[in-house]
């Protein structure tokens, strides 16, 4: 590793990494004996070893629902359970998976500037900062609706851009996502795989991510870190990103290397983002560090990775106002994507936003939340057993699959394109004089999807 590299000591960032490196990772201690289980581990993040038994009986859990979860799930310790395990709408929050997608649009503004800019290194800052923008979002302990095949999501013209995402497979459970405006294309081909280990969860963001800036053709190929969500089950959930991002300049070779801090003993560390902006040489020409859940800054620095002289730290992102004590910690941002107020005209009516187990749950109507959940979970299920017997394939309406097959750190991803077919639909509902639909009276239906006119 290069001697400028901010995990390896040398460098603006050696003191900062090597006192985090000696306090290691938040610390775990098992609660069997404790509370009478076997193998679990409970972490505080504000804490330390000490007090993983009053952790442990802290959470949203009742006691009789989190040891009948618990029994349940033992068996599943070690494996993927993206969409093997039903799971219960108490963990759930009444946003979809293709909606957590667009999240990401939020601060777009970034990509406008990266566009705009003629220095191909701040190109870089400001579509890093994008980049890491959308983790305050994803740190939330809500699971989100997993979407039905066929599910799409749209959002229309918010601040210049259009998002629409769609579930392209369910086993393997695949979305594919494009947005656009007039600075950049977006366009994202996810399939999450998870690895249960008890009271926590591995999630690997098995994905490609594109992002093309428009003025110059420029290409930026994004890999996220993975994402660890303890306590799951005992002690109150919490959410940490270590690891490395690293954003490439596809047609360039420029590229950022941002090492995600994991949480330490009483929090430290826990947030922390730092690392630099290289050329194609490797050479370190902008320092980064911030908050993931605050903001981001950087400086310009010489090949040692020190701050150039007569330069300073600028701030680059900051988290926008959010909401004080919301139910699910959602953003301002958030709560547009769940209501009609981003939705285009003539809304499809397989979109996130008519899925009547989401709005009940919105409503606070759990027990009516969790039977439509069953019902479309088991209507899916007749679903694919009727095209099994009449020997069909589902085909997604707006995303093609290629054949080109990307590695990944955790895997290898089968890519899905944005086929233009939406663009066309989009204009066309667009320019219809027909505004009698109120998006609200729309059934929610992805099962016929592939019938809709475009």
Same mark, same amino acid.
Not at 335 to 341: E, L, Q, R, Y
């Given at each position: 590793m290069a001697p400028n590299d901010p995990k390896n000591g040398g460098g603006f960032f050696a003191s900062l990494a090597s006192s985090i490196s000696n306090l290691g990772s938040a610390m775990t201690k098992s609660v069997n004996g404790l509370v009478g289980y076997e193998g679990l581990e409970v972490i505080n993040p504000e804490g330390s070893t000490e007090d993983a038994a009053e952790e442990a009986n802290r959470g949203r859990w009742k006691q009789e629902d989190r040891d009948g979860y618990w029994k349940m799930m033992q068996k599943y310790i070690g494996s #993927?359970?993206?969409s093997m395990v039903t799971l219960p709408v108490i963990i759930f929050e009444p946003m979809t998976m293709l909606q957590k997608m667009a999240e990401l649009m939020e601060y777009s503004h970034l990509l406008d500037m990266a566009d705009q800019t003629e220095d191909p290194y701040m190109r870089m800052v400001y579509a890093s900062s994008w980049a890491i923008s959308v983790y305050y979002a994803f740190q939330r302990t809500w699971k989100p609706f997993n979407p039905i095949l066929g599910e799409t999501y749209e959002m229309a013209n918010y601040n210049g851009v259009n998002f629409i995402s769609e579930q392209v497979s369910h086993h393997p459970p695949m979305s594919a996502g494009h947005a656009e405006n007039e600075h950049f294309t977006y366009d994202c081909t996810s399939k999450l795989k998870t690895k249960f280990l008890g009271n926590s969860i591995d999630v690997y963001p098995v994905g490609r991510t594109r992002v093309t800036l428009k003025r110059d053709g420029v290409v930026l190929d994004l890999v996220p870190p993975l994402t660890k969500v303890h306590n799951l089950i005992f002690g109150r959930?919490?959410? #940490?990103?270590?690891?490395? %991002?690293? %954003?490439?300049?596809?047609?360039?070779? #420029?590229?950022?290397?941002? $090492?995600?801090q994991p949480c330490g003993w009483f929090?430290?560390?826990?947030?922390?983002? &730092?690392?630099?902006? $290289?050329?194609?040489?490797?050479?370190?020409?902008?320092? %980064?560090?911030?908050?993931w859940n605050e903001s981001m800054s950087y400086q310009q620095c010489d090949g040692e990775g020190e701050p150039l002289p007569g330069t300073e730290l600028k701030e680059v992102w900051k988290l926008a106002d959010v909401p004080k004590d919301d139910k699910y910690q959602y953003t301002h941002f958030a709560?547009?994507?769940?209501?009609? &107020?981003t939705a285009p005209k003539k809304l499809l009516p397989s979109d996130s936003r008519l899925r009547p187990d989401r709005?009940?749950?919105?409503?606070? &109507? %759990?027990?009516?939340?969790? $039977?439509?959940?069953?019902s479309m979970e088991e209507r899916q299920r007749a679903e694919k057993r009727t095209r099994e017997e009449k020997g069909q394939s589902f085909t997604p309406k707006w995303f093609d699959i290629t054949e080109e097959v990307t590695p990944t750190p955790w895997g290898d991803l089968e890519v899905y394109q944005f086929n233009g077919k939406y663009s066309e639909h989009r204009e066309a509902a667009d320019s219809s004089e027909d505004n009698t639909d109120d998006p609200k009276s729309i059934t929610f239906n992805p099962w016929q999807f592939q019938d809709l006119s475009t």
């Open positions: #993927d359970v993206t959930t919490w959410v #940490d990103s270590p690891g490395e %991002m690293i %954003m490439t300049n596809l047609t360039t070779g #420029d590229k950022v290397v941002l $090492y995600f929090g430290s560390g826990r947030y922390e983002v &730092d690392g630099y902006v $290289y050329n194609a040489s490797e050479e370190p020409k902008i320092l %980064m560090t911030g908050k709560h547009k994507i769940n209501s009609f &107020d709005y009940a749950l919105e409503m606070g &109507d %759990m027990s009516k939340s969790g $039977y439509e959940k069953s």
